[in-house]
């Protein structure tokens, strides 16, 4: 939603430090809200990891990741249904994925066009390695410990960090689940298969 506001807005409603603090307050959110159901866990690449730290059962990873999907997918339509008529204004009723008013980007990450392959690569999991790394010591009993409750609110201090230091090359993807539910619902909805090349 915060890219679709600076987007569409063409700047008038936002840039990349409104893009920047809505991701991260958007996480911090999420966390409060399924945190006490799933340990807050709305990214497959933190649940991936909690499994292989012994942290949740291999079991449920699968259903996690289902509803991680499921819920960036509607997320994306619950964005598009609320600035339909943005972006219907914004290019004329086109759903553009390139050009001088593609809107793709609005919902989920492309790479930058000097982006090479291997450094995007090398982008996304420096990225998710940081992430996991600070995700894992935040609730790490044995480090200083963050206030009872406050869990959330330093997680999306670091997503602050992570956009406004890892952001520029491919949007600072991190989650599988943000990123491919929203591309799955662009190409339904109107951009094509394009959203995929």
């Given at each position: 939603?915060c890219?679709?506001?600076?987007?569409?807005?063409?700047?008038?409603?936002?840039?990349?430090?409104?893009?920047s603090?809505?991701?991260?307050?958007?996480?911090?959110?999420?966390?409060y809200?399924?945190?006490?159901?799933?340990?807050?866990?709305?990214?497959?690449?933190?649940?991936l990891?909690?499994?292989?730290?012994?942290?949740?059962?291999?079991t449920?990873?699968?259903?996690?990741?289902?509803?991680?999907?499921?819920?960036?997918?509607?997320g994306?339509?619950?964005?598009?249904?609320?600035?339909?008529?943005?972006?219907?204004?914004?290019?004329?009723?086109?759903?553009?994925?390139?050009?001088?008013?593609a809107?793709a980007?609005?919902f989920a990450?492309?790479?930058a066009?000097y982006?090479s392959?291997?450094?995007g690569?090398?982008?996304?999991?420096?990225?998710?390695?940081?992430?996991?790394?600070?995700?894992?010591?935040i609730?790490?009993?044995?480090?200083?410990?963050?206030?009872?409750g406050?869990?959330?609110?330093?997680?999306g201090?670091?997503?602050?960090v992570?956009?406004?230091?890892?952001?520029?090359?491919?949007?600072?993807?991190?989650n599988?689940?943000?990123?491919?539910?929203?591309?799955?619902?662009?190409?339904?909805?109107g951009?094509?298969?394009e959203?995929f090349?």
């Open positions: 939603g890219v679709g506001q600076a987007v569409l807005s063409r700047g008038a409603h936002g840039g990349p430090m409104t893009i603090v809505g991701f991260a307050m958007a996480v911090t959110i999420a966390v809200v399924s945190g006490g159901v799933s340990g807050g866990h709305i990214n497959p690449a933190v649940s990891a909690m499994c292989v730290a012994g942290r949740l059962k291999w449920k990873l699968p259903i996690y990741i289902l509803a991680q999907f499921l819920g960036a997918f509607v994306a339509a619950a964005v598009f249904g609320i600035y339909h008529d943005a972006f219907m204004e914004y290019s004329n009723g086109t759903l553009e994925v390139t050009g001088p008013y809107t980007h609005i990450t492309y790479p066009p982006l392959l291997i450094n690569f090398a982008d996304q999991v420096m990225s998710t390695a940081v992430l996991l790394l600070v995700v894992f010591a609730f790490d009993t044995r480090n200083n410990g963050v206030p009872k406050l869990e959330p609110v330093v997680v201090l670091l997503i602050i992570l956009t406004c230091s890892l952001g520029m090359n491919s949007g600072c993807a991190m599988p689940a943000r990123d491919l539910g929203p591309r799955l619902f662009t190409a339904i909805a951009w094509g298969m959203v090349t």
